[in-house]
């Protein structure tokens, strides 16, 4: 009875009834920088929009130009044979040598190079039962007008167990004169390597068996600079692709453009001369593909080399017009590709070494290919679709929720596109689950006979929400905003405007359950 007397007395201090709410939810505001990147538009002066773009659609990997690979070297130090042995002392010069090395450079005859990153791995190894240093010097290599030197101390070792020691050291920021005096020779460097017993050792013996052995692996090495002669070789490459992130608000629909003016522009940051044969230039959205169909295809063309005078580049640089004329250029843009993919040939320095080792590389410019094109958004669009995503970050009040209601959508078009809406629930991990509302038609907006919009067009849409679709509300998950638009005469361009906006504003009349 105690029990029951209680419980009936929480229920009547906390009671729970519903109510009507009324009250706004969301407003929102779509224009063309919904569906374009704000940073592609341009506004002339009469507010009609010009869509100017600059994007890459080939580019030269600097590896492909120009790779120092992965080069080991080994040395052994020893007495010769006819020295048995020989007395050392702590701080006695064991081994000395000074010697030239040759970088791989496949091809590259290399006079001078500024690495930005890559090192060497020193693996040093000793049978000598007492501690030596050994010292690693490269001639010349330089940084802040000090050549390249490091000290390593080898621990005691035996025949039978040598010690071994491995050292990385960052070559990073260091210049490589790689060229005699005569400018002779080209991707050699000098080293002097030093060995001497610690000044911590004890007196002992060196015999003619005993073995200091160093490997030296350089790895990793890239240039940020490079002077020399670059060779003179065919790269050809299938499929080369590249990213076009320039759509990729708009999420489905057929575009077409009156008109399309585009420059296909190769610029060539590499003081070597260039022939690029461009054999296919397609561009993709999805599995829908165009290819470029133009006289360049196929026909090499010829790429003047970089200059850098003061240490500053100056690239050179060779255009081709694509337009509705000479090409399918506008079938590519209409497209709304997301990637491009190139196949060419690319033949440096097709005359050979005709600037006498003075070819030249700033990293990480090389040689690419644009697409640059400005254009009026004069359009016949079908089914052009932009998206939105709203968040109405609901939270559960201390004294109640909304259950249930409907939404009340007005929306005023200003676009002289007809729309069709669509809302749309969307997970955590951004998938959607069900639509919340079925297509709905919008009215374009008013217009004259020049179809410039007078007026906007209005609607509204009700939408009703029952208590399940709450709780995920409520539980975090948002709406996707969809609208399709399409001009209502596909045989009629229309230019669009700055101004142009298309408003969306929700209001709510809830079942509000107050308590419990």
Not at 170 to 178: H, P, V
């Amino acid at each position: 009875m105690v029990w029951g007397l209680s419980s009936c007395k929480r229920d009547l201090q906390r009671p729970s009834w519903d109510i009507g709410v009324v009250g706004p939810v969301i407003h929102s505001s779509l224009g063309l920088g919904n569906m374009i990147a704000d940073s592609l538009l341009q506004v002339n002066p009469d507010s009609s929009v010009v869509l100017s773009f600059s994007g890459t659609v080939y580019e030269l990997d600097a590896d492909t130009l120009l790779k120092l690979p992965d080069t080991t070297i080994t040395n052994s130090f020893s007495l010769p044979t006819i020295i048995p042995s020989v007395n050392v002392t702590p701080g006695q010069l064991v081994f000395n040598q000074t010697e030239t090395r040759y970088f791989n450079g496949q091809g590259v005859q290399l006079t001078i190079a500024d690495l930005r990153s890559g090192g060497c791995y020193l693996t040093l190894s000793s049978t000598i039962n007492q501690p030596v240093d050994f010292t690693y010097e490269i001639l010349t290599a330089f940084k802040s007008g000090q050549h390249f030197i490091t000290t390593s101390r080898i621990p005691p070792g035996s025949i039978a167990q040598p010690s071994q020691v491995v050292v990385y050291v960052d070559l990073s920021g260091y210049r490589f004169i790689l060229t005699d005096a005569g400018a002779t020779q080209f991707n050699q460097y000098t080293t002097k390597t030093t060995i001497k017993m610690s000044a911590d050792a004890q007196p002992t013996t060196v015999t003619n068996q005993d073995v200091v052995a160093v490997s030296s692996t350089f790895s990793g090495l890239e240039p940020s600079y490079a002077k020399g002669y670059f060779g003179s070789r065919i790269e050809s490459f299938v499929n080369e692709p590249s990213n076009f992130s320039s759509f990729e608000k708009i999420i489905s629909g057929v575009l077409d453009i009156d008109q399309v003016n585009v420059n296909l522009t190769f610029t060539n940051y590499i003081g070597a001369d260039a022939r690029i044969t461009l054999q296919s230039l397609k561009a993709a959205r999805g599995a829908d593909t165009v290819v470029l169909a133009h006289s360049i295809i196929g026909s090499a063309i010829n790429i003047n080399r970089a200059t850098d005078p003061g240490g500053i580049v100056i690239p050179s640089t060779y255009s081709v017009n694509l337009n509705n004329g000479n090409s399918n250029i506008d079938q590519i843009i209409e497209l709304l590709p997301l990637a491009f993919s190139s196949s060419l040939d690319f033949h440096i320095n097709p005359l050979g070494n005709v600037a006498a080792h003075h070819d030249f590389f700033y990293a990480p410019k090389t040689v690419k290919a644009d697409l640059n094109f400005t254009l009026p958004l004069n359009i016949i669009a079908n089914n052009l679709t932009l998206a939105d995503t709203i968040d109405l970050n609901l939270e559960r009040g201390k004294n109640g929720h909304i259950r249930s209601g409907k939404l009340h959508i007005d929306i005023s078009n200003g676009f002289p596109l007809a729309a069709d809406f669509q809302l749309f629930f969307m997970n955590g991990s951004g998938t959607l689950t069900d639509s919340i509302v079925q297509p709905n038609s919008i009215l374009a907006a008013y217009t004259n006979a020049q179809n410039i919009v007078t007026a906007n067009r209005d609607s509204e849409l009700i939408i009703t929400v029952n208590e399940s679709q709450m709780d995920r509300l409520y539980n975090g998950e948002r709406l996707l905003l969809r609208i399709a638009f399409s001009t209502s005469s596909l045989t009629q361009h229309v230019t669009l405007y700055d101004y142009y906006r298309i408003h969306v504003r929700m209001r709510g009349d809830f079942n509000y359950r107050i308590g419990s």
